[in-house]
């Protein structure tokens, strides 16, 4: 029998780039918390009495247990097999050190990375066939796999190897640090010894005396013995997801490796204290300010982590109940615009892709129909596509499990009429509870010292019938330059490519001073609306006293954007720029008129109204390039600057209509 992990382990196949720190962006210290958490809740004398010792501890079907993988619908079957056959025979991808050398000489991460985790995602892919087949055909490449990648001077990318004494450029094998990375493939080869190891036996028992030693050397004491990860958060460190994502990692391999009780039990009590300052750092609303595509490896880590604890103690840690918890989870409905429009502030692609079976067993375990239906919703859409579960084999194994279930249970997108997150003031209002039809806007204050920031303090965004009107671009291909001080060289991140003000020629400041002021919040049946000082956003020589927005939605009527200022000085440009996918006309005076581009159907028009006495206006088209911007908007953007005339005075209003044509 098997102890039903009902909720996932670890990773997840996000978008490979999309991953990675600020090493530089000094976030407050995140102090203990001091509500009670896992650490309190369970402390190592309450973890000695429920922890299941190793042999006890068994959360999903192996290979040997034929009745549950048999069972698997046909159709999930013959596509998992077909995926793992088209790799049979083929030579695994290369990872010279010149490849690994290319971050640090030429900033690129892609190229030693697409391999990487080729590696990683066909090992993957290999032992689930196997598990479903069960005939011994895929276990030599299995091992060619295992191999392959214990073979592999560090399992720390090139981006993140700069954590070592010697800094970045190629890694030493002397010093093991442990990133993201590093953390999966650790769990990867926990989860492979534990579905497929007595059958790696029957090739060589060299095998799995292998795994255990190489996850032993490069994770498990590493991460045991060391306190000065910075994503652990001991050392006064900011906190992210890189705590609940190595954290999910690490403790999949303690649970599933670790043969020495007291080590085993020593790293779980050191998991949950880490945790508790993960949660810590949360504000009680539960939002994520990493953005969408981000929470599947930050509240959905954190996920990860409770699952497995609840499993391996046999349903004794359990913090379910905890509000806190509960709006972690939320947070991935309260982002959604609609299908898989998210509000992509911070560094969220236009559209994200959300882990529909952890979304489901997260609203399920919580009790939350919103996030069951969410969850299923994504699911049953994703299998008119395609049979297969894609993922890490922790998230993998419960999607299998949980096939039927996915399948009947009610989907449908919550689609909230009302959002707002004080913790990290972003709001988001519709026309209609439960509809796309209609206008929506969603808004954010907060400070630019985000996680993931942009400079983006009082950006806004408009989508019509579900679709996007004005834009947040969201982030593209990661590289070097991503996560270093030439960070906000890159326009997706400066504030003049955002919905947002340029005053006197000066953009907004990266830093946790540069911050609103004022924020307030309301709304009722009719409206919503944000409104906001963000004059401490931009540095001291863009001359502004006081900038005050209000984002006000009219409900079935319109939208409306005040600008309320006053500055010390007039001596460079001043505009307002509004970001686009849609096509532009300027056919009448004080009018834009923006058309969805639709191939298929008949889109929405939106209708811009300006006072021409004070604004004019002027396009710049963008192309796109970077596959991550072009999957969401297509070939280009377009940036439409409203620009005031140069003898506009220190203090004026502008006001903005935006009209939803019928």
């Not at 995926?83 to 083929?90: Q, V």
């Not at 811009?608 to 280009?636: C, H, M, V």
Request: aromatic residues 10%.
């Amino acid at each position: 029998m098997y102890i039903p992990l009902q909720k996932t382990c670890r990773q997840i196949t996000i978008p490979i780039l999309c991953l990675l720190f600020f090493f530089f962006f000094k976030l407050p210290a995140a102090k203990e918390p001091d509500k009670t958490k896992l650490s309190v809740l369970y402390p190592p004398e309450t973890l000695r009495q429920i922890l299941l010792q190793r042999d006890k501890w068994h959360p999903y079907p192996t290979l040997a247990e034929r009745d549950f993988w048999n069972s698997l619908p046909e159709e999930t079957r013959r596509a998992n097999i077909e995926l793992a056959e088209k790799t049979l025979g083929k030579d695994w991808p290369a990872l010279p050190a010149a490849l690994y050398l290319e971050f640090a000489r030429i900033g690129n991460r892609r190229n030693y990375e697409d391999p990487y985790f080729e590696r990683r995602d066909r090992l993957e892919n290999l032992v689930i066939a196997e598990c479903i087949e069960g005939k011994g055909r895929f276990l030599d490449e299995i091992v060619n796999g295992l191999w392959t990648i214990m073979e592999e001077t560090s399992w720390v990318i090139p981006a993140h190897i700069g954590a070592q004494k010697a800094g970045v450029g190629l890694p030493d094998p002397d010093e093991p640090v442990v990133d993201l990375f590093s953390a999966e493939t650790v769990s990867l080869l926990a989860w492979t010894d534990y579905l497929v190891g007595p059958e790696l036996d029957k090739v060589s028992p060299l095998v799995r005396k292998r795994i255990k030693e190489e996850a032993t050397e490069r994770v498990l004491v590493p991460c045991l013995e060391r306190d000065d990860f910075w994503w652990m958060g001991f050392k006064g460190d900011h906190i992210n997801n890189w705590n609940p994502w190595c954290n999910s990692n690490w403790l999949t391999a303690v649970l599933l490796l670790e043969d020495n009780e007291e080590k085993r039990l020593g790293a779980v009590a050191k998991i949950f204290r880490s945790l508790d300052l993960f949660t810590g750092s949360y504000h009680p609303d539960g939002g994520c300010d990493e953005g969408p595509s981000y929470w599947g490896v930050a509240g959905g880590a954190l996920f990860d982590c409770l699952e497995l604890a609840l499993s391996a103690t046999g349903g004794k840690v359990d913090i379910y109940g905890d509000p806190l918890i509960q709006n972690i989870g939320r947070y991935i409905y309260r982002a959604n615009i609609s299908e898989d429009y998210y509000i992509d502030f911070a560094d969220a692609p236009g559209k994200v892709h959300i882990a529909d079976d952890l979304v489901y067993r997260y609203g399920k375990r919580i009790g939350d129909s919103d996030l069951m239906g969410l969850g299923a919703y994504a699911a049953q859409k994703r299998m008119k596509r395609e049979s297969l579960v894609i993922g890490s084999l922790g998230r993998r194994l419960p999607a299998l499990l949980n096939l039927n279930e996915l399948k009947t249970t009610r989907a449908f997108q919550p689609l909230l009429r009302d959002v707002w997150l004080d913790g990290i003031q972003v709001m988001a209002a519709r026309s209609v509870q439960g509809s796309p039809k209609g206008l929506y806007v969603a808004a954010k204050g907060g400070h630019n010292a985000e996680s993931h920031n942009h400079n983006d303090v009082g950006n806004f965004i408009v989508y019509v019938d579900g679709s996007p009107a004005l834009v947040d671009a969201g982030v593209g291909t990661y590289t070097r330059k991503t996560f270093s001080d030439q960070r906000y060289e890159i326009w997706t991140m400066q504030s003049a490519y955002h919905n947002l003000p340029t005053i006197n020629g000066v953009m907004q400041k990266d830093g946790r001073q540069y911050a609103a002021k004022n924020v307030m919040y309301k709304s009722g049946n009719s409206f919503a609306e944000l409104s906001l000082d963000i004059a401490g956003a931009y540095p001291e020589n863009a001359g502004v006293k006081s900038w005050n927005r209000t984002v006000h939605l009219e409900r079935g009527k319109e939208v409306r954007l005040t600008e309320s200022f006053t500055l010390s000085k007039i001596d460079g440009d001043l505009y307002l720029s509004l970001l686009t996918p849609c096509s532009v006309k300027l056919e009448k005076v004080g009018e834009i008129t923006l058309k969805e581009v639709n191939p298929v159907a008949q889109g929405f028009t939106l209708k811009i109204f300006y006072n021409s006495q004070k604004l004019s206006p002027e396009l710049e088209t963008i192309a796109l390039d970077d596959p991550r911007l072009k999957s969401a908007w297509g070939d280009s953007l377009i940036r439409i600057v409203l620009r005031a005339g140069k003898a506009h005075p220190a203090s004026d209003t502008w006001n903005l209509r935006l009209v939803q044509e019928r």
